[in-house]
């Protein structure tokens, strides 16, 4: 399994940015893709997911009302905007795959079997 992130850089505060990131050998049928990020200093921490059958969403309480997360079915890409950005959001934001994982789980860093590089998102005036 391969995920490839891309769309970080360096944003002014209230703005927005999408992170894009495209998920390749992924053979099950039951999985979430999701977001963690990394600021220094800091723990690794859940952004949001998506689960898949069904496309449910998962947000973590700093995300909710300001990111959106979706998925392009055809590329198995999946997709992260985030809107209204400020400086505790920055980070290393990297995307993550797991498979056969249960609901309770989605947030639960230690469910994600495989990672992608992070990518930099620095929220700043």
């Known amino acids: 399994v391969q995920l490839q992130a891309s769309g970080g850089g360096l944003v002014q505060p209230g703005n927005s940015l999408r992170l894009s990131c495209e998920a390749s050998g992924l053979s099950v049928s039951n999985y979430a893709l999701g977001w963690f990020r990394q600021a220094p200093g800091k723990e690794r921490e859940f952004v949001a997911a998506?689960?898949?059958?069904?496309?449910?969403?998962y947000f973590a309480d700093s995300a909710k009302g300001r990111f959106a997360i979706s998925r392009t079915n055809a590329k198995n890409i999946v997709n992260l905007q985030m809107n209204g950005l400020n400086s505790e959001d920055t980070a290393v934001y990297f995307c993550?795959?797991?498979?056969?994982?249960?609901?309770?789980?989605?947030?639960?860093?230690?469910?994600?079997?495989?990672w992608g590089q992070g990518t930099q998102v620095t929220v700043s005036s």
């Open positions: 998506i689960r898949w059958p069904g496309g449910a969403t």
């Open positions: 993550a795959a797991a498979p056969r994982v249960i609901v309770s789980q989605i947030r639960n860093i230690n469910a994600y079997s495989y």
